[in-house]
Each structure stands twice: as structure tokens, then as C-alpha cells.
């Protein structure tokens, strides 16, 4: 996700949240409530980088944001640097999550329960990616803020995501700037714009195809400024 905002946005300071459970300790883990909280990614991104190592780094950064994932996020924005430009915006903007739809149907002694999707009509961030691991594969979700994004931007956004991710699978140490990202629809249509030839006489010099110009319509504008 991180790469895709880089490659969307040609910005190289990339910051994401993500929702974490809240149930680090042994002692919460059987108790009712809500602790949940939100982290915040930081990646730095250098698009000459190879995949690989950003990917390696990307990994640390994870493992050193969660082990203090108690730590409110309230808290956390408070303390950023004055000049942090997340600090100055003051709200997520974008948020990713991971999610194990394992509990599909439970089994409940005495009752039978079945899972009834929700469909969500307000979007909480401005965009949002959220991954489930099901028993027939990967599914992504993706939420948008309609006041910013169209679904046509929304589709090309998801288009781009799947071209990265296969061209991350084919050469995962190609450099960031490098990995393709467009549809070969999109790339079709880049060619079509670019045909731009039209004849053109070579055997005449530049100043005569003027003069010729003059000869049919010597009373046009010759030149606006």
C-alpha cells in the first residue's frame, strides 16, 4: 500500500494507521470490552530502492511500532515533532488493516450462528484497504471519501495496487520507481495518445512549407504573443 501511494502520489514521506486489538497482555485477553487501538506506519521511500529492501525495512518498522501498540494514539500524535507533517494534518488519512474471518459459521453449543456482511455507506478515513484471509484466499476491501475520489479513481487506484503486486511477485527487487503499475488498457491507451505522426514532405525545406502557407492564406494571423 505504502508503494502505491509513493507511485500515486510521487511523495516519499508515506504515513498509514492500522487498527490493532489491544490485547498484548496474557491478563486482557479474557476479559469483555473494547481495546482496541490504532498504530501509525512511517516509511521513508526512495524510489531507486529495490522492492526487497524497502520491503525488509517496512518489516522493522512494524515489529518496533507494535511493541508499543499500548501507547493511546492520542498520545502518540501529541508527542510528534511540531513540524511533523502528520502532526500538522491531525487526523488519519489513510488506514490499512488485516483481518482472520476464521469465525465464519461458528459452532456454539446449543445455537447456530451465521456471518451476515455489513455493507458500509460512510467512508471513516479518506481511504482505507483492508485484507481478510479466507478460506478460498486473499480478499481486499477498499473504502474511499466520495467527496475526494470517484469510483472510476477508486478502480483505477485497485487496478494499480493488482499490476504492482504482480510485478512485485515477477521481480521483487526491481526498484520502487520501476515496478509497473498500469493496466495494459492504460497502456494502450498512452500509445493511442502518442500517435501523433502526420506526412510529411522531406524533401522540402522548413521555410518553403511557410511560404506555402503564406500563398493560401496570406491574410491569416502569422503570430500571436
Known amino acids: 500500500l505504502m508503494a502505491l501511494l509513493h507511485r500515486t502520489t510521487n511523495a516519499t514521506s508515506i504515513w498509514v494507521a492500522s487498527p490493532v486489538l489491544g490485547r498484548s497482555q496474557t491478563e486482557t485477553e479474557s476479559l469483555i470490552g473494547c481495546f482496541a487501538n490504532r498504530v501509525l506506519f512511517h516509511a521513508e521511500i526512495d524510489p531507486a530502492l529495490p522492492f526487497r529492501e524497502f ?11 507494535l511493541a508499543h501498540q499500548d501507547v493511546p494514539f492520542e498520545l502518540v500524535l501529541e508527542n510528534l515533532p511540531r513540524e511533523n507533517a502528520f502532526r500538522e494534518r491531525g487526523a488519519i488519512q489513510v488506514m490499512f488493516g488485516f483481518e482472520q474471518l476464521g469465525l465464519h459459521n461458528l459452532q456454539l453449543a446449543g445455537a447456530s450462528t451465521e456471518y451476515m456482511p455489513v455493507p458500509l455507506e460512510t467512508a471513516k478515513w479518506d481511504l482505507s484497504l483492508f485484507t481478510a484471509r479466507e478460506r478460498d484466499g486473499v480478499h481486499n476491501r477498499w473504502e474511499f471519501s466520495s467527496s475526494l475520489f470517484d469510483p472510476a479513481a477508486a478502480e483505477r487506484m485497485t ?67
Open 159 to 225: 487496478g494499480h495496487f493488482n499490476m504492482l503486486l504482480e510485478s512485485i511477485l515477477r521481480s521483487p527487487n526491481e526498484p520502487i520507481g520501476s515496478l509497473e503499475m498500469l493496466t495494459s488498457a492504460e497502456i494502450e491507451q498512452l500509445n493511442q495518445w502518442n500517435q501523433t505522426n502526420v506526412p510529411y514532405p522531406s524533401t522540402t525545406c522548413i521555410h518553403e512549407l511557410f511560404e506555402e502557407q503564406v500563398r493560401k492564406d496570406p491574410k491569416r494571423t502569422c503570430l500571436e504573443f
Open 55 to 65: 520491503l525488509s525495512r517496512v518489516k522493522e518498522e512494524v515489529i518496533s511500532t
